[in-house]
């Protein structure tokens, strides 16, 4: 049910009064004497305040205590705690209608907790799927997931809300379901019989498993962290392999590099492909070689080049490789225009179709920060140790010029993030370096605020991994 503009302007909870009242959260966090980031805690529904935090917070806030802390529990009662949920979300559910219809000859396909759409832009890119659904809470990422897919409904909600049913009604039958579910700490699944849709115990993870036990498409895709795998002496990936063999499905799993397939980035994910056909998947073979070391250790789930086939495969893309035709900007500024044609293959498989070159943007340093990142280089040992007291080893670091960059994260135009430094120039990374070093074309279409679309690019699957799995099912379902 929708809520009145007069509940929501009655909503109490420390997020809307703080903004109502026009207070930075960094203001809010000196005021009460917390740090920032348990204020962000706060916020995203990760941690509630103790009463004499709540008084405090009444008293700067100027409200009732009593009432501060019936509208933050009611918060908490409507929010999936998490990286941006709860500060992000959309108070009512929304649907966006596709704007053309699928081309009948493609599979169709839905992508669950969707965030911008990596996943299945990848799968699209391929020219054998077409995207009819997504569905994410976050208004910014369903938006620019919807900017992308010209087939595709985009569902602004709670897939627990918004239901199984509510899902077939704006895609009709569908043939692939992908998605890479938020983990929410890697809570145990409980035996695949015991699901039911509205049961608000259910993980992420096990609403993933239960929208594709309903529909029962022919294949689908989950993807995670490579910590699930280890998680609970490995009982949470057994459970959950498990749970889709229960609802007949044949499952295989596998340990996948991006940087092996085109990427120019170390990114190492879980992926859980099933078919319901009895159909076996042939996973993709690597296109580049690369030495690194995998998180999961040495075990056969962990892609790799064949060793008599590795000699003659390229060198992993690199950051250059990947970023080199783009103007240099100085912090703080931005460029419009490319400056040279593109030089390489990667480049020109990111600049077909783009409107010119967007998103070019520097963060701007604050002199202390440009004294730090001049100083930078491989790890944070690099930096004088009366600039920096504190971090980890790669922090404020430069990335290599000649290989792959390392995982990117939501923060990547922040040096104090994980390597993100440009080889060459002091300051971090651009938004569109980002983008490029995460496999998306230039011609992608973010939507939302800066900070925002940093975050979108930074939690995405990489497209062009996305499309050498979707190359491979498209393979695999013709066998």
Same mark, same amino acid.
């Given at each position: 049910m929708r809520r009145s503009s007069w509940q929501r302007s009655m909503t109490t909870d420390i997020r809307t009064i703080r903004i109502r009242k026009r207070i930075r959260q960094r203001d809010l966090a000196d005021a009460i004497?917390? &740090?920032?980031?348990?204020i962000r805690k706060w916020e995203r529904g990760l941690e509630f305040p103790e009463t004499p935090h709540f008084e405090r917070l009444a008293e700067v806030l100027s409200i009732d205590a009593r009432e501060l802390i019936i509208g933050q529990r009611e918060h908490l009662s409507r929010v999936i705690p998490g990286e941006g949920y709860t500060t992000a979300c959309s108070s009512d559910s929304q649907i966006l209608h596709a704007r053309q219809r699928a081309p009948s000859e493609r599979l169709r396909l839905i992508d669950l907790f969707c965030g911008c759409g990596g996943l299945s832009y990848g799968f699209e890119w391929t020219g054998h799927y077409a995207t009819v659904c997504g569905i994410d809470l976050l208004c910014d990422r369903v =938006?620019?997931?919807? &900017?992308?897919h @010209? %087939?595709?409904?985009?569902?602004? /909600? #709670?897939?627990?809300?918004?239901?199984?049913e509510?899902?077939?009604r704006v895609s009709e039958e569908v043939d692939v379901v992908v998605g890479g579910p938020p983990c929410q700490g890697f809570s145990s699944i409980r035996p695949f019989r015991t699901l039911t849709e509205k049961d608000r115990r259910n993980t992420l993870v096990e609403r993933f498993l239960f929208v594709v036990a309903t529909l029962r @498409? =022919?294949?689908f895709l989950f993807e995670n962290v490579v910590g699930m795998l280890t998680h609970g002496e490995g009982k949470m990936l057994a459970s959950l392999v498990r749970g889709f063999e229960d609802a007949g499905y044949e499952v295989s799993w596998r340990i996948i590099n991006a940087a092996l397939f085109g990427v120019p980035q170390h990114r190492e994910r879980l992926f859980i492909v099933g078919n319901r056909e009895g159909k076996a998947f042939a996973w993709p073979e690597p296109t580049h070689q690369e030495e690194y070391r995998s998180m999961a250790g040495r075990r056969p789930e962990v892609v790799s080049p064949a060793p008599l086939f590795s000699g003659q495969l390229p060198d992993a893309v690199s950051v250059? #490789?990947?970023? /080199? #035709?783009? @103007? @240099?900007?100085?912090?703080? +500024?931005h460029a419009e225009e490319y400056a040279t044609g593109p030089q390489n293959e990667y480049q020109r498989l990111m600049r077909p179709g783009s409107k010119g070159l967007t998103l070019h943007r520097a963060t701007k340093h604050t002199p202390k920060m440009l004294t730090i990142i001049r100083h930078s280089g491989p790890n944070i040992s690099s930096i004088p140790k009366h *600039?920096?007291? &504190?971090?980890?080893? &790669? +922090? %404020?670091? =430069? *990335? %290599?010029a000649n290989k792959p960059s390392t995982t990117l994260t939501v923060n990547f135009v922040h040096p104090a993030s994980n390597r993100c430094i440009h080889p060459h120039q002091d300051r971090a990374l651009t938004i569109r370096e980002g983008a490029r070093l995460q496999s998306f074309p230039d011609r992608f279409e973010f939507q939302g605020t800066l900070a925002q679309i940093v975050k979108q690019i930074g939690n995405a699957a990489p497209p062009l991994l996305a499309r050498a799995i979707a190359e491979a099912m498209y393979q695999s379902d013709r066998d």
């Amino acid at each position: 049910m929708r809520r009145s503009s007069w509940q929501r302007s009655m909503t109490t909870d420390i997020r809307t009064i703080r903004i109502r009242k026009r207070i930075r959260q960094r203001d809010l966090a000196d005021a009460i004497g917390v &740090s920032g980031h348990t204020i962000r805690k706060w916020e995203r529904g990760l941690e509630f305040p103790e009463t004499p935090h709540f008084e405090r917070l009444a008293e700067v806030l100027s409200i009732d205590a009593r009432e501060l802390i019936i509208g933050q529990r009611e918060h908490l009662s409507r929010v999936i705690p998490g990286e941006g949920y709860t500060t992000a979300c959309s108070s009512d559910s929304q649907i966006l209608h596709a704007r053309q219809r699928a081309p009948s000859e493609r599979l169709r396909l839905i992508d669950l907790f969707c965030g911008c759409g990596g996943l299945s832009y990848g799968f699209e890119w391929t020219g054998h799927y077409a995207t009819v659904c997504g569905i994410d809470l976050l208004c910014d990422r369903v =938006r620019s997931f919807y &900017s992308n897919h @010209p %087939y595709a409904t985009g569902v602004i /909600g #709670d897939i627990q809300e918004f239901g199984v049913e509510g899902i077939r009604r704006v895609s009709e039958e569908v043939d692939v379901v992908v998605g890479g579910p938020p983990c929410q700490g890697f809570s145990s699944i409980r035996p695949f019989r015991t699901l039911t849709e509205k049961d608000r115990r259910n993980t992420l993870v096990e609403r993933f498993l239960f929208v594709v036990a309903t529909l029962r @498409p =022919r294949w689908f895709l989950f993807e995670n962290v490579v910590g699930m795998l280890t998680h609970g002496e490995g009982k949470m990936l057994a459970s959950l392999v498990r749970g889709f063999e229960d609802a007949g499905y044949e499952v295989s799993w596998r340990i996948i590099n991006a940087a092996l397939f085109g990427v120019p980035q170390h990114r190492e994910r879980l992926f859980i492909v099933g078919n319901r056909e009895g159909k076996a998947f042939a996973w993709p073979e690597p296109t580049h070689q690369e030495e690194y070391r995998s998180m999961a250790g040495r075990r056969p789930e962990v892609v790799s080049p064949a060793p008599l086939f590795s000699g003659q495969l390229p060198d992993a893309v690199s950051v250059m #490789d990947a970023i /080199g #035709d783009l @103007p @240099p900007v100085n912090a703080g +500024c931005h460029a419009e225009e490319y400056a040279t044609g593109p030089q390489n293959e990667y480049q020109r498989l990111m600049r077909p179709g783009s409107k010119g070159l967007t998103l070019h943007r520097a963060t701007k340093h604050t002199p202390k920060m440009l004294t730090i990142i001049r100083h930078s280089g491989p790890n944070i040992s690099s930096i004088p140790k009366h *600039l920096v007291t &504190s971090g980890f080893t &790669s +922090c %404020y670091s =430069r *990335l %290599y010029a000649n290989k792959p960059s390392t995982t990117l994260t939501v923060n990547f135009v922040h040096p104090a993030s994980n390597r993100c430094i440009h080889p060459h120039q002091d300051r971090a990374l651009t938004i569109r370096e980002g983008a490029r070093l995460q496999s998306f074309p230039d011609r992608f279409e973010f939507q939302g605020t800066l900070a925002q679309i940093v975050k979108q690019i930074g939690n995405a699957a990489p497209p062009l991994l996305a499309r050498a799995i979707a190359e491979a099912m498209y393979q695999s379902d013709r066998d």
